[in-house]
């Protein structure tokens, strides 16, 4: 079992939809990114948070340490949002290293 | 652009052959990490700089892997005698700030194709 999970792995939906993509982990940790991912490698980090909420544009993540689980939110979803979502966790005990889940797919339809 | 470089993008090589890849970070940044990504794959930690100091190791980066930061600003990830199992993309990042107030910035990343 990963420690680190995403669900869903491929997401489809029609422009304008509210979008949730699910990050679940098992292992301690001091932190969680949400990174975007486009076509070609290019990896962008759009929030680190390790309590709470974080809101930027289109863009919502919340975590709950209790329940090592974080949900990563995009409103009134555009084409433009298609790439692949990752998140990651920077794990309690080890300075700098991240673990990485294996991403989810987001696809909106115009 | 993120403003983290990595060169070359693309790197076909036959295997047993030599390779080294090139990051540059934001220049302020004191911390450079490398990772390696595979098809349909989260990237994997592979060792991380602290300005010249590398702190960190992964149990994935072999003898045949070394890297170097040596005056804490540019990166080499040098892979000897490559196998095709190294095939992938490897990417760079950099970050300044502690906690919450830590970014991370990829560079676009280097893929490897092990013949």
């Known amino acids: 079992k990963n420690e680190v999970e995403q669900s869903p792995q491929n997401l489809t939906a029609q422009e304008g939809e509210f979008i949730t993509i699910n990050c679940s982990y098992s292992?301690?940790?001091?932190?969680l990114h949400w990174l975007q991912q486009h076509p070609g490698g290019g990896i962008v980090s759009l929030f680190m948070?390790?309590?709470g909420k974080k809101k930027h544009g289109r863009l919502i993540a919340t975590i709950n340490i209790q329940e090592k689980h974080s949900s990563l939110h995009i409103t009134a979803s555009h084409p433009r949002d298609s790439a692949v979502y990752i998140c990651?966790?920077?794990?309690?005990?080890?300075?700098?290293?991240?673990?990485f889940g294996s991403g989810t797919q987001l696809t909106v339809l115009p | 652009d993120t403003g983290v470089s990595q060169d070359p993008r693309h790197k076909i090589t036959k295997r047993g052959q030599n390779v080294t890849f090139r990051c540059d970070p934001i220049?302020?940044?004191?911390?450079l990490y490398w990772y390696r990504q595979t098809l349909g794959q989260g990237p994997e930690f592979l060792t991380y700089?602290?300005?010249?100091?590398?702190?960190?190791k992964s149990r994935l980066l072999s003898d045949r892997f070394s890297a170097e930061r040596p005056k804490g600003s540019f990166s080499t990830l040098e892979i000897q005698r490559t196998e095709q199992g190294d095939s992938a993309m490897y990417l760079c990042?950099?970050?300044?700030?502690?906690?919450?107030?830590?970014?991370?910035?990829f560079g676009s990343g280097t893929q490897l194709s092990v013949l």
């Open positions: 220049s302020e940044h004191n911390r």
């Open positions: 948070l390790s309590s």
């Open positions: 292992v301690g940790i001091s932190a």
């Open positions: 700089f602290q300005n010249e100091a590398q702190l960190e």
């Open positions: 990651a966790a920077t794990t309690s005990g080890s300075a700098r290293q991240l673990t």
């Open positions: 990042a950099s970050s300044l700030g502690w906690g919450e107030l830590e970014k991370l910035f």
